[in-house]
């Protein structure tokens, strides 16, 4: 039997904004949050918080990694990646 690799590669996250109003990414890996006032992203170079106001996704393909937001966007932030927290004791004792 043989199994075909349908992963996606992983490659550099592109970000267009146009007009403050047609935001186009690329690398995303998953929509982990969203409203009408902020997006939250995984993509392939950091967690994406887009803000705005009445935002909305036109377009998601995950399988492809690009996403299109339309609205008015006001911040674009990536956050620093979560670092795993250890136990109390591990930290005390190491």
Do not use: N
Request: without cysteine.
């Amino acid at each position: 039997m043989v199994f075909e690799d349908r992963t996606k590669q992983e490659g550099p996250a592109q970000l267009t904004l146009a007009a403050r109003s047609k935001l186009t990414v690329s690398g995303v890996k998953d929509v982990t949050g969203f409203d009408d006032a902020s997006v939250e992203l995984d993509t392939t170079v950091g967690v994406l918080i887009i803000r705005g106001r009445e935002l909305k996704i036109q377009r998601l393909s995950i399988d492809g990694g690009d996403l299109i937001v339309t609205g008015t966007v006001d911040s674009l932030v990536y956050e620093e990646p979560r670092k795993p927290r250890g136990k109390l004791i591990g930290k005390l004792l190491g």
